[in-house]
């Protein structure tokens, strides 16, 4: 190794590093050392990480490379994957797969040799999935093409966290999978509960985009997030304000609240289930009626002003079993082909000589208002023991939250003389 090898001299890596390179020397051996001369292992001095760049052939690269790379890799867990689906449905792809074809040389995909799990495929992909399915299909055409990688080697888990998350924003990825990403840095315990009381599958990880069916890191953290802050609010009938995580960086909201979590407290386990049914229950049945049917309306309740004002309402309620009985049964008071959010009234409803004519209705927009508008709705149905939302409480809804948003605001400016 010493003679096909040149090391960093300062900082010198560690003896499990230069084995690691080793082995892989011996396995893999680059173009540039078959070829006769050196391979050259670099430091990334921002993240404290080793690497090498060379170049591989593509027989190698459809053999040995694992797209399915986890945070902790272990064959006896399941494994949730650091990089995002592929997608080969897109323009750009079918373009890369074009090119393959015809030989492009690829550069730059980013790998870590990790034998630790899934040994028969040691080189874990963190960047350049995309790039390396194009370069299997295309291997009955054009064969054993050369192409540039980076290889990692010894990682820690804030080391694989980092790398991944520059290389999938390097290639504009959407916020929810730097979400994703993040979330698997701070734990598991997000995710297992979210598996636990069925908003998501055993063994599914959250969505990297916005989905029909799977939350994002997004939904799930504001859901829970809005219960422990309806929880802590001093007075039921003061005026309450849901609100949205961040996406694509650090909530401090968000943190200071995971750091207080008993994931297995029975009331944030019960209000994770009937969120779920909700869902559930929403999806079905705008999904198999023949009108009124469309993606928006099935998507209802995870839309995250629904998300935010039922989770803060679901919260709230915690102090008084009838609210919080009447909040839970919305599904209960509907068959098909009504569906539980009624999304067809919640979208008709507006203030008149307020809401503009593009208003989309309640549920649709994200900001503070729309927020406060739907958990009136949540409040207002289940103060007053209405069995569903109607067109009629959703208007009702409406100016409730805006004289109380009015007063709220009043109370302040006086407050300040």
């Known amino acids: 190794m010493s003679e096909s090898l040149v090391l960093p ?14 082995e892989f020397l011996e396995k893999f051996p680059p173009h540039e050392v078959s070829s006769g001369g050196k391979a ?8 404290g990480a080793y690497y090498m760049s060379c170049h591989l052939d593509g027989k190698v690269l459809a053999g040995a490379c694992d797209s399915e790379a986890s945070l902790d890799g272990d064959e006896e867990d399941e ?3 650091l990089n995002r689906e592929i997608t080969e449905d897109e323009a750009a792809y079918k373009v890369m797969e074009q090119d393959a074809t015809k030989g492009r040389s690829f550069e730059d995909m980013v790998l870590e040799y990790d034998t630790k799990y899934r040994a028969k495929k040691p080189l874990k992909v963190y960047g350049g999935q995309h790039r390396l ?10 064969g054993a093409i050369l192409h540039g990688v980076r290889i990692y080697f010894e990682l820690s888990r804030e080391q694989k966290v980092e790398i991944a998350t520059i290389n999938n924003t390097a290639i504009a990825v959407p916020n929810d999978l730097l979400d994703r990403m993040k979330e698997q840095l701070l734990g598991t315990e997000l995710r297992d509960w979210c598996q636990k009381v069925g908003l998501l599958e055993k063994s599914t990880d959250f969505s990297d ?14 859901l829970i997030l809005n219960f422990c802050l309806g929880k802590a609010a001093k ?6 304000q849901p609100i949205l995580c961040k996406s694509g960086g650090i909530d401090e909201e968000y943190m200071t609240i995971r750091s207080e979590i008993v994931w297995s407290e029975p009331a944030l386990e019960q209000m994770g289930k009937e969120f779920a049914r909700l869902h559930r229950l929403q999806r079905k049945t ?16 995870l839309s995250l002003s629904v998300v935010a004002s039922w989770g803060y309402a679901a919260g709230l309620f915690q102090r008084d079993p009838t609210l919080l009985k009447n909040l839970y049964s919305i599904p209960d008071n509907v068959s098909p082909p009504d569906d539980p959010l009624n999304a067809k009234a919640l979208s008709d409803a507006r203030l008149k000589g307020t809401d503009p004519d593009t208003y989309r209705g309640l549920g649709t927009r994200s900001s503070p208002k729309e927020l406060g508008r739907m958990h009136e709705v949540f409040w207002v149905l289940a103060s007053k023991g ?4 109607t067109k009629e409480l959703a208007n009702a809804a409406i100016q409730s939250y805006e004289a109380k948003k009015a007063s709220h605001d009043a109370t302040a400016v006086l407050g300040k003389l």
């Open 40 to 47: 050259f292992l670099f430091l990334d001095e921002k993240s």
């Open 9 to 22: 001299s300062e900082p010198h890596p560690s003896t499990v590093v230069t084995k690691k390179v080793a």
């Open 386 to 389: 209405k069995p569903r939302i």
């Open 286 to 301: 705008v999904s198999e009626r023949e009108e009124n049917d469309n993606a928006e309306f099935a998507r209802k309740a």
């Open 133 to 142: 399915r194009a370069i299997t299909k295309a291997l009955p055409a054009k």
């Open 209 to 222: 985009r916005r989905s029909p069916d799977v939350p994002t890191v997004r939904a799930a953290r504001t």
């Open 79 to 81: 494994i949730y994957k």
């Open 235 to 240: 007075d039921i009938a003061d005026f309450h």
